[in-house]
């Protein structure tokens, strides 16, 4: 099957909606015409580099090149997560372990049951979904427990005080944290085609796939990111919490952000 | 009998700074302890050394002659109860609140329990939000005694509370007290402290510098500020 994409000259002649834009901002004097144009050909800078690295990657690179890519995919993504909770001990080593076990687990049960192919064309982009989608949950649950071991400190020092421990005194507000950390996954899962026509079926339909095929690779799209959703938000919570404490099952000093 | 806590030389510094220089005293068996001394001295902090939630920097606490990191810092918690200034409420439920430490409480044992901190038995089928300060208070005060200690740390216990509250809650130490607890309780005032406390120790910048039976310690000395270590 050829997939009916525009040629080089469909590329070319798509020239025309930027410079109708540029137009636009530059007759109306909006200040941000150079901007603009900057950002267009930054795109197709960006997405020729990507492309090709892509091609290279799924002719040449096999299965190892496929999970390097991957694990570079986890390190930036942990990197991203880390910062958003900034102060809380052990950040980076805790996201990199939730987005690292959340992209394994729901990739490899999806391998496993012969789901999706090993192959690098299937495994880098569909992986790619996967760490987006853990990456989100993993900042969520970091920030939420940044917060609380500073907001809720009087609370688990109560707890801790009555002889409970550490793991059993920070418990409720693990799951608090968790819960709402799921939240958008499980929102963006119920209103799934109603509201938006997401990314891996909106491409199919493009490629000329029949939609009610699309729809197939879509629905195993959002199984396995309330997967990764919910494996790299328990990860990471219980990695951080243990983080949180320290030997004599203390609270540790986390700065007010 | 060795004494129920020995400090031995504590310095605990924060960021930098001295919060305790060098403490050495002796904590009594079945007293009721009291600290003073002016905001930011160290009392809360030295409180917190006794149940672990603080370490010292140097120096060693002991709870009747064993240094606290050799026993199981849960059973010590469990040994040694903290009730916080502020009240802080962990459930909806009162019946709930005192089963935190304790989920085994059974409701006649939890109405003893609100009984002993002079709170309406009835109150174990209500929620906590309907509760006034002293209240709450009494209530974490109880929660605490469920768990069964044998020492309690309580931390400016009064200080929240309007005068007849704080009355009610005095009344309740004297009572635990008369049933053989220990107490250390931190307070910055003096005239509350002399009315449950059996000895006092002074804190003045991290440093202790006056100690006695509560009679002996000239407090209006000690509230002026020109307190001198007593050697």
Known sequence: ?257 | MPDLFTLDAVTLDVAGRRVLDGVTDHLHEGRCTAIVGPSGSGKSTLLRLLNRLAEPTAGRVLLRGTPLPALDVTELRRRVGLVAQAPTLLTTRVAEELRVGRPDLDDAAARTLLARVALPVDLLDRGTEGLSGGEAQRLCLARALAVGPEVLLLDEPTSALDAVSADAVDAVIRDLLAEGLSVVLVSHDLDRAAGVADDVLVLRSGRLVGRGEIDDVDLDRVAFGDAEPDR
Do not use: C, N
């Not at chain 1, 959340?102 to 064309?121: F, H, K, N, S, W």
């Not at chain 1, 109603?194 to 490629?207: D, E, K, N, V």
């Not at chain 1, 799209?221 to 949180?244: D, E, F, I, Q």
């Open chain 1, 1 to 257: 099957m050829s997939p009916d994409v525009p040629g080089w000259a469909g590329v070319a002649a798509s020239v025309a909606l930027v410079v109708l834009a540029a137009a636009i901002t530059w007759r109306e004097r909006l200040g941000v015409t150079r901007e603009l144009l900057v950002a267009a050909l930054r795109a197709f800078v960006q997405l020729v580099a990507v492309g090709a690295v892509l091609s290279f990657l799924f002719a040449e690179a096999g299965l190892l090149g496929a999970l390097a890519w991957l694990a570079a995919m986890v390190a930036v993504a942990s990197v991203e997560a880390a910062r958003r909770a900034r102060g809380l001990p052990g950040a980076l080593r805790t996201a990199a372990t939730g987005i690292g076990v959340g992209t394994a687990t729901t990739l490899g049960i999806l391998v496993v049951l012969q789901v999706v192919d090993t192959e690098p064309r299937v495994l880098v982009p569909v992986g790619g979904m996967v760490v987006s989608g853990a990456m989100q949950v993993a900042a969520l649950v970091l920030r939420g427990l940044r917060t609380t071991a500073t907001t809720r400190r009087p609370a688990v020092e109560a707890r801790l005080s009555l002889g409970l421990s550490a793991g059993d005194a920070f418990a409720p507000y693990v799951h608090e944290t968790v819960r709402t950390a799921l939240i958008p996954a499980i929102d963006t899962t119920k209103v799934v085609g109603l509201i938006s026509l997401p990314g891996a079926m909106t491409g199919l339909i493009l490629a000329g796939v029949d939609p009610l095929t699309a729809i197939r690779y879509q629905i195993v799209v959002m199984y396995m990111l309330l997967a990764a959703a919910a494996v790299t938000g328990l990860v990471t919570a219980r990695v951080a919490s243990r983080a949180l404490f320290d030997d004599a099952q203390r609270l540790r000093a986390v700065p007010v952000p």
